[in-house]
C-alpha cells in the first residue's frame, strides 16, 4: 500500500510551507525526518552532515530515541552508503543491505537497530553535497515515488542549513562589528585623553614664547600655535562624540536667539567666502529673534561645521545660505549650497564618525569626516534633529531642528546628557 498521492503533495506543501516559518532549525529538520518516513513508509531516517576537514559524516539529526547512541558516531567517508550518494551525487537504494558491502554497519551496533534496506538522497548546497538524507526499512521495496520524494525533502533540508548557517554568520559578523566598535571607542578615548595634556602645554608654552620671542620668529610660533589649536580641535570633537555616547556630555543651557548665532557663525565665515569667491548670506526673519533653550556654544559648533562644509564644498561663484525660521515649537536652521552635492549612496552615512565621501587617497579637501557627526551628536543632546538633502552637482541643504523648550528647565541649567 502506497501514501494517496494527494495526500503526499499535501504533506510536500505543509514541509516547504515551513521553510519559512521562524522556527529553530532542530524542530524543521525533525519535522523532514518525520515527513520522511511517513511518505516513504520507512521505520526510521536520519541527516548526516559532511565534516570536510575529517572527511567523515556525522549525524545532525536522527530520531530522539537514537540520539544518544550516535551522537558521537562518525560515517567514513569510504565504505558507507553517505559517501557512495555523497560522492556521485545521486540517490542510492539498497533493498538488502546484508548482501551490499556500502552499508556501515558500525553504527547499527551502535544504536541497537537492524537496517534492512536504504534509501539516501544526497543534500546539495550551490551544486556541492554537503550531506545525506536517508530513511531505512520499507516493508516494501522503495520506489521511484519514494526517491522523489526523498529528493524533494533533501532539497528543504539543505535549504534549512544553509539559511541556519547565514544567520550565524550574520550573527557572528554583527558581534565582531561591535566588538570592533567598542576597540574603536575605547580607542579614541584614551588617545584623546592622553593627548590632551601634552597639547595643553605645547600650546601654552608656544604662546608664552610668542610674547617673549621678537617679531622675527612670529610666523614659526604662529604655525606651532595654529597647528596645535587644529589639532586640540580634533581632539575636542573626538571627545564630544564619545561622551555623548558614554552619557558624560554636558549642556548648559539658557536662552538664547539662534538669529544672533546665525549672525555672528556668518560673519566668521565672510573671509573664507570672499577668499573661494563665494556669496554667503543669511535669511532670518525681521522682528523674530528665534529665541531656544540650548547651549550656546554648542550650536555655533553645529552651524560652523555646517557652513564650513558649504564653503569647502562649493566652488568658485557659488553660493552660501544659512537661513532661519520657526516652525511649531522648534526652530528650523538650514545651510543650503549650490555646490558639489553629495552622491545617493553615500547620504545615509555622512553622519557617521569618520565618514568622508572622497577617499582619503585622492582627497583635496581636509578634514577627518568629524563635522557632521559632531554637529549630529549635539543637535540630538538638545532634543532635535538634523537630516540632508543632496543631489550630485547640485548642491545640499543641511536642516537641523531645536526644540523651543528645552529638555533642561530654569534660567540657566547645567546636566551631563544621559540617553
Ligand atoms: P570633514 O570634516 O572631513 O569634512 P564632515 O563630517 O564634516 O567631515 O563631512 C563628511 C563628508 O560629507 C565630507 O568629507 C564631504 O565629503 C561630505 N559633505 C559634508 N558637507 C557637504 C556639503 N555641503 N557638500 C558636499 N559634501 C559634503
Do not use: C
Not at 513508509?41 to 541527516?47: D, G, Q, T, V
Not at 511649531?328 to 549650497?337: E, H, I, K, L, R
Amino acid at each position: 500500500m502506497t501514501v494517496d498521492p494527494m495526500k503526499t503533495l499535501e504533506r510536500l506543501l505543509e514541509v516547504s510551507r515551513g521553510l519559512g516559518d521562524p522556527v529553530e532549525i532542530e524542530t524543521y529538520l525533525q519535522s523532514l525526518l518525520s515527513a520522511a518516513a511517513e511518505l516513504t513508509e520507512s521505520e526510521s531516517a536520519s541527516l548526516l552532515e559532511y565534516d570536510e576537514a575529517a572527511q567523515e559524516f556525522y549525524f545532525r539529526h536522527v530520531p530522539w530515541f537514537h540520539r544518544e547512541a550516535v551522537r558521537s558516531a562518525r560515517v567514513p567517508l569510504n565504505e558507507s552508503v553517505a559517501g557512495w550518494v555523497f560522492l556521485h551525487v545521486k540517490p542510492l537504494v539498497i533493498d538488502d543491505t546484508a548482501k551490499d558491502k556500502r552499508h556501515y554497519k558500525k553504527i547499527d551496533k551502535l544504536a541497537g537497530f537492524t537496517t534492512k534496506s536504504i534509501l539516501a538522497a544526497p543534500l546539495i548546497v550551490n551544486g556541492k553535497p554537503v550531506g545525506v538524507f536517508e530513511v531505512f526499512n520499507k516493508k516494501e521495496k522503495y520506489s521511484e515515488r519514494d526517491i522523489l520524494v526523498m529528493e524533494s525533502l533533501a532539497a528543504l533540508a539543505a535549504t534549512a542549513l544553509q539559511n541556519n548557517m547565514l544567520e550565524k554568520s550574520v550573527f557572528s559578523s554583527q558581534d565582531e562589528a561591535r566588538e570592533l566598535d567598542r576597540l574603536k571607542n575605547e580607542f579614541i578615548a584614551i588617545a584623546s585623553h592622553e593627548l590632551r595634556t601634552p597639547l595643553g602645554l605645547i600650546l601654552g608654552h608656544a604662546t608664552f614664547l610668542k610674547e617673549l620671542l621678537g617679531n622675527e620668529y612670529h610666523e614659526q610660533v604662529d604655525s606651532i600655535i595654529r597647528n596645535s589649536s587644529r589639532l586640540k580641535d580634533i581632539i575636542e570633537s573626538l571627545t564630544s562624540v564619545d561622551n555623548y555616547e558614554t552619557g558624560g556630555a554636558l549642556i548648559r543651557s539658557r536662552k538664547v536667539s539662534v538669529s544672533r548665532i546665525i549672525e555672528d557663525v556668518t560673519s566668521s565665515f565672510h573671509d573664507m567666502a570672499r577668499k573661494k569667491g563665494i556669496a554667503i548670506k543669511k535669511e532670518t526673519p525681521q522682528g523674530n529673534d528665534l529665541w531656544v533653550d540650548v547651549d550656546s556654544g554648542k550650536i555655533a559648533i553645529v552651524l560652523s561645521n555646517l557652513v564650513k562644509n558649504a564653503l569647502t564644498f562649493t566652488n568658485e561663484k557659488g553660493q552660501v545660505i544659512i537661513r532661519g525660521e520657526k516652525q511649531p515649537d522648534y526652530v528650523q536652521v538650514a545651510v543650503q549650497d549650490n555646490g558639489l552635492g553629495i552622491p545617493s549612496n553615500d547620504l545615509p552615512r555622512v553622519f557617521d564618525r569618520f565618514y568622508q565621501v572622497e577617499s582619503h587617497l585622492t582627497r583635496r579637501h581636509g578634514g577627518m569626516g568629524l563635522g557632521l557627526s559632531v554637529a549630529k551628536v549635539m543637535v540630538e543632546m538638545h532634543g532635535g534633529r538634523i537630516w540632508v538633502e543632496s543631489a550630485e552637482g547640485l548642491g545640499s541643504t543641511f536642516t537641523f531642528l531645536l526644540p523651543v523648550i528645552s529638555k533642561s528647565s530654569g534660567p540657566e541649567t547645567e546636566k551631563a546628557f544621559v540617553e
